[in-house]
């Protein structure tokens, strides 16, 4: 199979590569860089989608970047970064004479409002309500495909929670001061902390790309949660962190504190979460290799 995959030079993206290439497939990735086994989005636009069965979208700018300030700069380039590359990989795929059987988005879970009691599945429905939410709103609108395109390319969305790998993402920035003897909960630690190994992100991903002839093709996109089956509090990620790392977890960071550095807008992805089940994802019969966080970090830190 031959796959496209928009922003599949990051953490996720390099993780799927990886996998795919393991399974024979082959794997094209759209960048703002030209490159080997690249092409531009530019490229996209003007000369349309190259021959594929599969396409994936996993662009945008890093809502963690810890280099750039919170500001109307940065906002602007998180949903452009996301939406206006969306749309792109989407018209390319609606104005292809053979468009691929699989069409997959990957998003987030910040459309599920924050709470402890909560608890949200595939089929919860929601409405923004901040920020995040309304992202997910025009991110997730922008890959629809017209109906009569949408009867042969099977739409999924995929909704991750916060990624863990030793290469990127959350734990690239949480390692060292937790090394250090530094970690500790963020805010009352008791908010939810919806997470998967991305070892397991880059399995569901390959999984909803597969040909699927039991599934029909519908105008609305088949949803999964890319978060792992375990329900996990920040306290229980935090003191996991340490047991498995053998150092202390004694320095909690207040709320007020993580939103005055990080604005509070994006500070209530540490600050709040949410309960989140993969109920059809593991209706799927999709297996995970770490459907805890004991077994996921053990993995991250001795790798
Ligand atoms: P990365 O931060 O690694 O970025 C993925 C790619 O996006 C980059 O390699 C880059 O490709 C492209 N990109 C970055 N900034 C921009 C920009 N300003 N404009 C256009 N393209 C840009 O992402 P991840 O792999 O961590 O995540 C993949 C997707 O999953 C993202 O959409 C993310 O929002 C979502 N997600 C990730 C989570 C996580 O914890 N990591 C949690 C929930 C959702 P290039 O330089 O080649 O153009």
Redesign the pocket.
């Known amino acids: 199979m031959r796959v496209l995959i ?9 993780e799927l590569t990886r996998l795919l290439k393991n399974k024979g497939h082959e794997v094209t ?5 030209p490159g080997l086994g ?1 092409i531009t ?1 530019g490229e996209l636009e003007a000369g349309g989608l190259p021959p594929c069965e599969a396409a994936v ?9 810890p280099l750039r300030w919170w500001n109307e700069g940065y906002r602007k ?2 949903f ?3 939406v ?2 969306t749309t792109i990989l989407a018209q390319a795929i609606a104005g292809s004479p053979s468009p691929p059987h699989a069409w997959v988005l ?5 459309c599920y409002k924050p709470s402890l009691t909560a608890q949200y599945t595939e089929d919860s429905e929601w409405t923004p309500f901040d920020l995040l939410s309304r992202l997910v709103k025009e ?1 997730e609108w922008a890959g629809r495909l017209p109906e009569n395109i949408a009867q042969n390319t099977r739409q999924v969305v995929i ?6 790998g030793r290469d ?3 734990m690239k920035q949480m390692m060292t001061p937790f090394w250090l003897g530094l970690g500790g909960t963020l805010g009352s630690g008791r908010q939810p902390f919806p997470w998967i190994h ?1 070892s397991d ?1 880059a399995g569901i991903i390959a999984h909803a790309l597969e040909p699927s002839p039991d599934t029909p093709s519908s105008a609305v996109p088949q949803v999964f949660n ?1 978060v792992a089956p375990a329900l996990n509090t920040n306290y229980e990620f935090t003191k996991e962190l340490g047991r498995v790392l053998r150092r202390p977890t004694v320095f909690p960071v207040p709320g007020f504190v993580i939103d005055a550095l990080m604005g509070s807008e994006r500070a209530i992805v540490l600050t709040q979460g949410q309960k989140v089940e993969p109920k059809r994802t593991l209706e799927s019969g999709f297996q995970y290799q770490y459907p805890d966080l004991s077994s996921a970090l053990k993995e991250i830190v001795e790798s």
Not at 57 to 65: A, D
């Open positions: 928009g922003g599949g030079s990051g953490f996720v993206g390099r990735i759209i960048s703002r860089q690249k989005w979208n996993l662009s945008g700018e890093n809502l963690m970047n380039d998180l452009s970064s996301r206006d590359t990957v998003t987030g879970v910040a991110w909704r991750p929670g916060v990624v863990l990127g993402g959350a991305v992100l890319g």
